[in-house]
């Protein structure tokens, strides 16, 4: 049986849940991918328990792909960064298929252990084709966490209303009382 998903921030597109297995809670940092077992959550938040092992050399190899994608996110365009999330991509490709259902493609690795960090930076492709000014960081100055705006007119700004958002309101109320 696989552990509670402890992260403050779930359901967020896979390359920008990835980034979000870090995150601060009460000022202290916290790594759901410091050891094996809180990788083996996130293959099961994310439906990939099913495809792909948690063990040692998996998270190494995500743990890699989630530096690279970290890095690209925070210098969008910066060529390191992006050699390295296509560092990470070469270690996967899509094969067209055939099925009775239709066309379809399918995900294929020399190396699975690659699988769950090449699935993270090839979603991150999709949503840079989708809308690259939707990825976002949360706008709360403590937060480390990302959100992919899905907000009607694109002007989300915290990971959650009930906890940044919240926050930085009592934070303005509390500063506009104080000079009263």
Known sequence: MTAIDPRPLTGEPVSLDLLN??????????????????????LATNGLAERFTADATT????LAARDALAALVDRPGDPDATARVDAVLGHGRI???????????????????????????????????????????????????HFFDTSRNGTRRWCSMAACGNRAKASRHYARTKEN
């Open 95 to 145: 094969r067209a298929t055939l099925t009775a259902e239709g066309p379809g493609e399918e995900a294929e690795f020399a190396d699975p252990t690659w699988g769950p960090g090449w699935t993270a930076a090839r979603d991150y492709l999709d949503l840079l084709r989708t809308a690259p000014d939707r990825i976002r960081a949360c706008a709360h100055g403590a937060c480390i966490l």
């Open 21 to 42: 297995t870090r995150w601060n809670k009460e000022g202290v940092r916290r790594d759901l991918l410091a050891e094996v077992e809180g990788l083996a959550v996130w």
């Open 59 to 62: 998270l190494r190899h995500t």
